[in-house]
């Protein structure tokens, strides 16, 4: 009997094609050069999910094309491989089929967990991903005549996999267990600080500059999505998913102060998070925007990841594992402000995400966490290609979850 692991991505892992134009495809240099040198009006246009339709790649892009051997060209056009972006997710795909598979994919060869990718249009509501999700998954299974699946989340993933499971309760008996990597499971203070101070290619980057490659990815990916307020909330605007990424109500800091809160320590966060979103001061998301129309699409936005986040509450899968990032610098906190006035980060988190969001403290059912591991070092965009913690996942596959 197979049960097959299936990759969900995270936020702009995916690689869609939007229009000859642009592109979403963050394995091809040229194309991201392109965004990088887009304006804002072409940018948010092209992001936009009711403006331009989006189909997930189904080809080999320019860096899978380079890498792939002639066997494995078939395997990432057959199991979704190529809706990724490689640069992220292909060497973990690659370690994860071999580990788990070690009789191969030839014929004759029994693979107990093929590995399959589910990609999907990010710039969608999560919930609209996870019905596309169900539909994967029972495909899978046809194709498989499994019973279940696994899922292996990557950041917003989680959020796609958690959405399905409350869209349809009949889904939870087709997975046998969810592992999350590096999930914002209540949102994520980074998104939120943001909005107010933009995209700070010198605090938000986190490779060296001995690491060029990487260095100049996020480099261009601070333009593309915005080193300003302004550009930052325009394009979020038209995002729906990534706007579900805003800390909702659940997230606690983990501190004895809150996360989000005035000069005088007023806490604004917890159940006042969505009214401070909306005001109109230096706490609130529209406060750079003067464009009503980019106003008027953000409130849509927030009230639809409202509604998002008490959709799923804090419901996690019976059987989930929780493996997430420490040892790097991470908002954990957020003051009002400009760049001047950043607030300090503590050593809690992947770059990105905090631990207190990732490790499953937060979710209803304690009993339902099988497992957690914190790894050391690893930056959030980086966790499938550490060695690390691909081998924490195939723990968690090959291991019967009581």
């Not at 080999?60 to 190529?82: M, P, V, Y």
């Amino acid at each position: 009997m197979q049960t097959p692991v299936i990759l969900i991505p995270g936020v702009m892992g995916s690689r869609l094609h939007l229009t000859e134009e642009l592109r979403w495809d963050p394995d091809s240099d040229l194309n991201m050069w392109a965004w990088r040198r887009a304006d804002l009006p072409t940018k948010r246009r092209h992001l936009s999910v009711t403006e331009t339709p989006a189909t997930v790649f189904d080809d080999l892009g320019h860096q899978a094309a380079l890498e792939a051997s002639t066997d494995e060209e078939s395997l990432i056009r057959s199991r979704g491989w190529a809706g990724l972006a490689w640069g992220f997710y292909g060497p973990g795909l690659r370690e994860l089929q071999r580990r788990l598979n070690p009789d191969g994919t030839g014929v004759g060869s029994f693979e107990p967990f093929p590995v399959y990718a589910f990609g999907y249009d990010f710039r969608t509501s999560n919930l609209a991903s996870a019905h596309q999700l169900v539909e994967f998954v029972d495909i899978t299974r046809a194709a498989t005549s499994a019973a279940k699946v696994i899922l292996v989340t990557h950041s917003m993933g989680g959020l796609v996999a958690r959405a399905a499971c409350t869209w349809d309760p009949t889904f939870i008996d087709k997975v046998d267990r969810v592992i999350h990597v590096g999930q914002p499971a209540d949102g994520c203070p980074t998104f939120y600080r943001r909005f107010l101070t933009g995209v700070v290619p010198k605090y938000d980057d986190h490779a060296p500059l001995t690491e060029i490659e990487t260095w100049l990815q996020e480099h261009v990916l601070a333009h593309i999505i915005g080193t300003t307020p302004q550009e930052f909330a325009t394009l979020m605007s038209v995002l729906p998913g990534p706007m579900q990424l805003l800390p909702s109500t659940r997230f606690v800091s983990q501190l004895s102060a809150p996360w989000l809160a005035d000069e005088s320590g007023n806490d604004l966060g917890g159940l006042r998070v969505y009214e401070t979103y909306r005001r109109t001061d230096e706490f609130g998301i529209m406060e750079s925007v003067a464009d009503t129309d980019v106003q008027s699409a953000l409130e849509r936005q927030l009230r639809d990841a409202e509604q998002f986040h008490a959709k799923i509450g804090g419901f996690c899968h019976p059987s989930t594992f929780c493996i997430y990032g420490t040892g790097i610098a991470t908002d954990r906190t957020t003051r009002p402000g400009r760049r001047a006035q950043l607030a300090p980060r503590s050593l809690t988190g992947d770059g990105t995400v905090d631990e207190s969001c990732a490790n499953g403290v937060t979710f209803d059912d304690r009993n339902s966490i099988k497992r957690t591991k914190s790894i050391s070092g690893v930056d959030h965009s980086k966790m499938l290609l550490d060695h690390a913690v691909i081998t924490e996942i195939h723990s968690a596959v090959t291991t019967f979850a009581e």
